[in-house]
């Protein structure tokens, strides 16, 4: 389940991928605002001990556009927790990945320069699809629920499948994006279906966003 690490970034490159477009009305205005840098997103001890999740990794992810000119450097910050637990029929397996990446909000003239200021959940879903090579998401969501994390965010729910250890299990992915302290801040839960529990343990993952 848990992928490698050359395809981890769940949004690698996405915070610069429009802002090219905007440089025909931006001019010199993006003078003072070059650097962008985000604060990363984590999850608080005590819900991690609760959920029996750990820290797997943490980096930051730095991109650069040339915006009017001027390079514009977008700092966002990655980080991931799995859990492992014993898959019937399979053994013991990485059970639940929980994902946040913070990018910055950035804007000049009114204008927002970070696309995923417009991102909705099934855009999110289709990202980490394509990003986890295990991960085959279903393009409708089965469901949604108002979670208080950072602030009351909407979590929406999608069903597809995982690869695990060359089994095709049936999975569910947890989605979220809200704007919190000057940045954007994306999670991301999947867990096998099959596994009691399993909701649960994400939801106190979200729950325990710290940022």
């Known amino acids: ?30 003078d003072d605002a070059t650097t962008h840098e985000a604060a990363p997103a984590t999850v608080a001890e005590s819900s991690i001990e609760e959920a029996g999740y750990g820290l797997e990794e943490s980096h930051e992810v730095v991109e650069e556009e040339t915006v009017a000119g001027q390079s514009v450097e977008f700092r966002n910050q990655y980080v991931e927790y799995a859990r492992s637990g014993d898959l019937p029929g399979i053994g013991e397996v990485t059970a639940g990945v929980f994902t946040t990446v ?35 998401v279903r393009g409708e969501p089965v469901g ?36 919190h302290e000057g940045d954007h801040v994306v999670a991301v839960g999947v867990y096998p279906e099959a596994l009691p529990g399993s909701a649960g343990r994400i939801e106190t993952m979200f729950e325990g966003l710290d940022h």
């Open 1 to 30: 389940m848990s992928p490698p690490p050359s395809r981890r970034r769940l949004l690698a490159g996405v915070a610069t991928a429009s802002v090219a477009g905007l440089a025909g009305c931006l001019g010199g205005a993006i």
């Open 102 to 136: 913070t990018s910055p909000r950035a804007s000049v003239l009114g204008r927002e320069l970070n696309p995923i200021a417009e991102m909705g959940p099934e855009e999110i879903a289709a990202y980490a699809d394509e990003q986890y090579p295990e991960l085959s």
């Open 144 to 179: 949604e629920r108002s979670v208080e994390s950072l602030e009351a965010t909407t979590v929406t729910t999608f069903s597809g499948t995982v690869t695990i250890e060359g089994y095709e299990v049936d999975a569910l992915i947890d989605v979220t994006r809200l704007a």
